[in-house]
């Protein structure tokens, strides 16, 4: 078959291509198509239809009385705002989220440089710091709900015994204790997760960058600041976006523990949400709670990742 050439505008030949190349091209990019809409269809029903729905809901009242939703705009959104309930949640989020990522970040490094070195029962001790993560959250949550026990806990009675505790205090009964007695019960369980990350980045650094370091007159610490770290940077980056999120959207090891209480102490986003949505029957003010929630995650995401951008860490 001869295929005639064709002239493009500017008097220059433009590359034919065979009708049977054509038709493997059409085969394969309606391949691709057929590939990409099953993932597609599956996303938009798990990820799309509930975000939106979430948004729907945040424009309406209903309740358990009158469970029909009524359209009032962004009557949830100004109620919210302007409420103290709200603002002991932002910062609860807040503060819940720093504490835990950064003692998480800290705790995990500090273990996996440990853990690297070479000592007698290394492996014992790998297996045995990896069980809180694997621990499913209730459980966990009931463990440590155990523990803070005023009466039966080991940890007022350690704390007796060292001299730092007095009587029987109700870590998680009190306000101003409960939400650090949950944090401190959310690092356990995920600075696991970190270590395992941290440690894989540590042992990837090749040795010839330290003993070089070395060589130049460097120390441990400066070894460590100047080679190990910058080259375990992309990990860290990734694994202190990844538990951020994780963190602020944390659901059920506090609320096993404290349900929110006493009053509203350890009370963060998704906590709050449950209880408007499933306790007071409080579809919009929930849904307005949980637009809120993702545009403050999306805004610290988008931050993080541009100044990523900038300083060259997505390279």
Not at 2 to 15: E, I, K, L, N
Not at 129 to 157: C, H, Q, R, S, T
Not at 280 to 307: D, E, H, M, P, W
Request: charged letters at 10%.
């Amino acid at each position: 078959m001869t295929v005639t050439p064709t002239v493009t505008p500017t008097g220059d030949v433009a590359p034919q291509v065979p009708p049977a190349t054509r038709q493997k091209q059409t085969r394969e990019s309606l391949l691709r198509i057929v590939c990409v809409v099953p993932p597609l269809a599956l996303l938009g029903a798990l990820v799309l239809y509930p975000l939106l729905s979430a948004v729907y809901l945040s424009f309406t009242k209903s309740s358990f009385i009158n469970p029909d939703a009524q359209w009032i705009g962004l009557g949830n959104y100004s109620t919210i705002i302007g409420s103290s309930t709200f603002v002991r949640v932002v910062v609860n989020s807040l503060t819940w989220t720093v504490a835990v990522v950064v003692l998480q970040f800290v705790l995990g490094l500090a273990s996996a440089i440990l853990l690297s070195q070479n000592f007698r029962g290394r492996l014992v001790m790998r297996s045995f710091v990896i069980v809180p993560w694997i621990m499913p959250g209730i459980i966990a949550g009931v463990l440590w709900k155990l523990l803070y026990d005023p009466y039966l806990g080991p940890v007022n009675a350690i704390g007796q015994s060292l001299g730092i505790v007095h009587g029987n205090p109700a870590w998680l009964g009190q306000a101003g204790t409960a939400l650090a007695a949950v944090t401190m019960a959310a690092i356990w369980k995920g600075f696991p997760l970190s270590t395992v990350m941290y440690m894989a980045a540590y042992q990837g650094v090749p040795e010839e960058l330290r003993e070089a370091a070395r060589i130049d007159g460097a120390g441990k610490w400066g070894t460590f600041l100047h080679v190990t770290l910058p080259a375990m940077a992309p990990t860290i980056r990734t694994t202190l976006l990844l538990t951020t999120v994780w963190t602020f959207n944390y659901f059920d090891l506090i609320y096993v523990m404290t349900a929110g209480g006493p009053g509203d102490s350890t009370e963060i986003f998704p906590t709050f949400i449950y209880r408007e949505a499933f306790q007071n029957v409080r579809y919009g003010v929930a849904g307005a709670y949980g637009v809120i929630s993702v545009l403050l995650l999306s805004i610290f995401t988008v931050v993080y990742l541009r100044q990523l951008n900038k300083s060259g860490g997505l390279d």
